[in-house]
């Protein structure tokens, strides 16, 4: 019998030449350039963190300067005063909308803006409100806008400037006042600038009197809550009550009525 030989099977043997990449280095590489981006952005971010730091605990976070446009009758050194609380933290996180409602609040006061600036400042434009009237309570003097603020003013220039407006007087409580800068904005123009002076003139019948002093010596007396209702252009034409009735010096409105006097 012939014997048979079994052949061997050939095994491959893979050559790489200097071309060829070799898997495993390329995955260690991978992980190499994997761990140096981790740590670049680890110490990016620890970077950053110390800047932040660096920033809030420098004077450099606050704000740097405050500048005021637009006044007239307001000083400069009062609007800084109020607002001392809005900007008193830091400057990033100083509300500019804060501001302006804490500034539109105040007498004298009828616009502002405020906008930061490149340097760390702030920039506020105001736009005053006209003051309509003054009053005299308990040794002080009030200013009263036409925004029917009232507040406390101190500087003796405007308060000398405020004396060529109408003056309030008697009044028992600064409440009332208030409440008659409320009444009072809403009157026409020509009756307003035609008032020299209010009186609180309380009587057993009517607590919260009103007396008007015209310019032409004559009266209105009104009570305190129904100011706007009864002096209304449509409910009192001023100006053709004073033509039609010349000869009064008293009008006196109780409820929808009018009772006129004639001057003495």
Known sequence: MRKHKRKRAKVSTVHYNEYDADPRKHYLAEIKKKKAKRRRRFLIICFLIALVVVYFVTPLSHIQSIQVHGLVNLKEADVKNSIQQETSGYFLLTSTKKIEKTLEQQ???????????????????????????????????????????????????????????????????????????KQYIQLP???RNSVSDIIFSPKTADPTSIRFVMD????????LHDISKVLSQK??????????????????????????????
């Open 216 to 223: 032409n010596g004559k009266q209105l007396i009104v009570r």
């Open 189 to 191: 123009y020509i009756l």
């Open 107 to 181: 007498a004298l006061v009828k616009k502002c803006h405020v906008s930061k600036t490149l340097k760390g400042g702030l920039d506020i434009e105001i736009q005053e409100a006209k003051p309509i009237a003054y009053a005299l309570f308990q040794n002080k003097v009030y200013v009263v806008d036409e925004l029917a603020h009232v507040e406390e003013v101190t500087d003796a220039k405007l308060i000398k400037k405020l004396e060529a407006t109408p003056r309030i007087m008697s009044f028992d409580t600064l409440d009332h006042i208030k409440e008659f800068a």
């Open 235 to 264: 409910k009192f034409d001023y100006e053709a009550y004073m033509t039609e009735y010349s000869d009064a010096c008293v009008f006196s409105f109780e409820g929808d009525s009018i009772y006129i006097t004639n001057c003495q």
